[in-house]
């Protein structure tokens, strides 16, 4: 599938106990877009990537990706439907090779995957020459790169990186915001949370902003920087 739709988030809620962290959010993001969430702290935005992976539930309302209600798969499920997500803390094994942690990004033997896949992600995200180094030597940002490069092994159809340039230097972050570029394709959707204004305004075709679990504003990055709720309620703070 290319073009199109590629999420469709319906009257999503998710509650934690008595509190609603999610409240009956719509969202559509197409195919070919870079996202953008952001929000203030707590608005919702990383639980919505979890239940978009599977790892939260949700108490109501519908995920659809091309014409699967993602609802209600497992984690595994949904990942093997090509949806990945990188955490905001880099969680690479540091006592694997840069290579072996791009391999069990994969998610199926190296053997069964498209030959040379592990080199062409390695080149993407500019750790050829880290490859045989193991992942616990490699600098913060090298990390970042690296856990990208494990999320897209797979091929995914919606990526989804939450705050892939926080503790970045000004140099990661231009080098973060090309490869981030660089992945957009017509047949993948790519889903960023980031509080870094300049970063999101450099990648993002559109962006979403969440307040208390709700949509506030949609629309490009030049918009949202006029428009006075969202300086109220994160931007002016
Ligand atoms: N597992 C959980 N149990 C209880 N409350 C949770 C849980 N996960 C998130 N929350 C709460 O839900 C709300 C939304 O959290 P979330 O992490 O989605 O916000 P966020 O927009 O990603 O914030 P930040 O920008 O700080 O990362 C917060 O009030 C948070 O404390």
Do not use: C
Request: hydrophobic share 45%.
């Amino acid at each position: 599938m290319s073009g199109g739709t590629a999420l469709v988030i319906d009257g999503l809620e998710v509650e934690f106990g008595r509190f609603r962290a999610v409240d009956n959010l719509s969202l559509a993001i197409d195919y070919g877009e870079v996202r953008a969430l952001i929000g203030p702290n707590g608005a919702g935005k990383s639980t919505v990537l979890n239940v978009v992976a599977g790892v939260t539930p949700a108490k109501a309302g519908r995920i659809v990706l091309d014409d699967t209600d993602l609802i209600g798969l497992s984690e595994a499920q949904i990942a093997r439907k090509g949806v990945r997500r990188k955490f905001q803390k880099p969680s690479v094994f540091e006592v694997l090779t840069v290579r072996e942690n791009i391999e069990l990004g994969l998610g199926v033997p190296v053997a069964k995957a498209p030959s040379g896949r592990i080199d062409e992600v390695l080149a993407m995200v500019n750790l050829t020459e880290l490859a045989d180094r193991p992942a616990g030597t490699l600098a913060h940002g090298q990390k970042q790169w690296l856990e990208i490069g494990m999320v897209l092994a797979s091929d995914p159809k919606i990526l989804m990186l939450d705050e892939p340039v926080a503790g970045l230097t000004d140099e990661e972050r231009q080098r973060t915001a090309a490869l981030i570029r660089a992945l957009r394709r017509p047949d993948r959707a790519i889903v960023v949370v980031e509080h870094d204004m300049g970063f999101v305004e450099e990648i993002a075709d559109k962006v979403t902003v969440l307040h208390e679990g709700r949509t506030l504003f949609e629309g490009p990055m030049s918009r949202v920087r006029e428009d006075a709720r969202v300086i109220e309620v994160y931007l002016g703070r």
